[in-house]
């Protein structure tokens, strides 16, 4: 009964959190409201409100459950708002095409995000395992599951449904696993409505910071052998990420 209090006080506190942030970002909209506005794919003017309130709520909720979870969660979130900024209007998708890039000695806004995350996510999973192969297989599924969310993050709703997808098995656990999980869900939830309606959409920040919190659900869950076979799932979604955005832009029509 106490672990159902304490994941319902998760859900609830990610969730508010988000809603709460998305109404105070769209009040004040630093910046201007430009900045805050995208065209989507079927040439709608969105709001980018939803990410950085998703980021903020899932990061909090995570991080009542281990400081070290919310980190990475707000790392990811923070990474991937740079590449917002700084990446928009760049149409070099993939690690392939900015590791190239790299190679040539150009630093893109993507590379950042990349090494970024993937640091955040060793770093994470370094403190919530303790045998090293543990250790290394966690940062792996962290950096891997906010990766995979933001290839499926290219139709509206597709990102968050995935999240609560794959998300909401982990509430049937019991320990920080199932908390976890109470976190992401709770802030999956919150910014579904607005992006399945196309007023909203999550950008870069809201689909690696929830895909991190994802991941730090599957790795309290899981032991090395679950760890594994997540990791080796999430490397092949990595490498066949343009067969994975192409299934994510076709499943359900326009949603």
Known sequence: MVNRARRTRLFALAAGLTRAGI???RAKAPGGRGRWERTN?????????AGPAAAVGAAVGAGRVRPVAGFAVLAAGLCGAYDDVAGAGDDRRGFR???????????????????????AGLVAGALLKERAVDKVLAGVVIAG????????????????????????????????GAEFAAATTGAAAAVLPDDV????????????????????AVVAGNTRAGLLAHAAALVA?????????????AWGGRV
Do not use: C, Q, W
């Not at 095409?97 to 640091?119: C, M, N, P, Y």
């Not at 290839?151 to 656990?173: C, E, H, N, S």
């Not at 979604?237 to 832009?249: D, I, L, S």
């Open 145 to 176: 599951a906010a990766h995979f969310v933001n290839l499926v993050d290219v139709r509206p709703g597709r990102a968050a449904a995935a999240v609560l997808a794959l998300g909401t098995p982990g509430l049937l656990r019991s320990g920080p």
């Open 237 to 249: 979604a990595a490498v066949y990420g343009e067969k994975v955005t192409e299934a994510a832009r």
């Open 41 to 49: 794919y079927a040439g709608r003017t969105v709001e980018l409100y």
């Open 97 to 119: 095409d900015h590791l190239l890039a790299l190679r040539d000695g150009e630093i893109t806004s993507g590379t950042v995000k990349l090494f970024g995350i993937s640091a």
């Open 197 to 216: 309606g196309e007023r909203a959409m999550l950008g870069d920040t809201g689909a690696h910071a929830l895909g991190a919190a994802l991941g730090t």
């Open 23 to 25: 109404a105070g970002l």
